[in-house]
């Protein structure tokens, strides 16, 4: 998504996460809102919806820690720079040419 928004809005690497970023935290933020308006259908029905609510939020959750992991795992085995202890990445910030 960052790539994409650099290359056809001409947004630097800074603004293009930053808006990925704004973008999470407004998602986040409506996830939030939204499981306060799940509706009671009984005490059955609504384990269930708490359970696939709880998922979809451990999946989110899950995916960040992969990459991270992903990312320090890659780079011990290569060149790479470690994001989860350094929160630095190696991108430059420079326009994508494609």
Not at 36 to 56: A, N, S, T
Not at 67 to 95: E, M, Q
Request: aromatic residues 12%; charged residues 20%; hydrophobic residues 45%.
């Amino acid at each position: 998504m960052i790539v994409i928004l650099m290359r056809y809005h001409g947004l630097t690497l800074q603004e293009a996460v930053d808006y990925v970023g704004n973008l999470c935290e407004e998602t986040i933020n409506a996830f939030i809102e939204n499981k306060k308006r799940i509706p009671y259908w009984g005490p059955e029905i609504d384990d269930m919806v708490q359970i696939y609510v709880k998922g979809l939020q451990d999946w989110i959750v899950g995916y960040v820690f992969a990459f991270v992991y992903l990312v320090n795992f890659l780079s011990v085995h290569s060149a790479g720079l470690c994001i989860g202890a350094s929160r630095l990445t190696g991108i430059l910030d420079r326009k994508v040419r494609m």
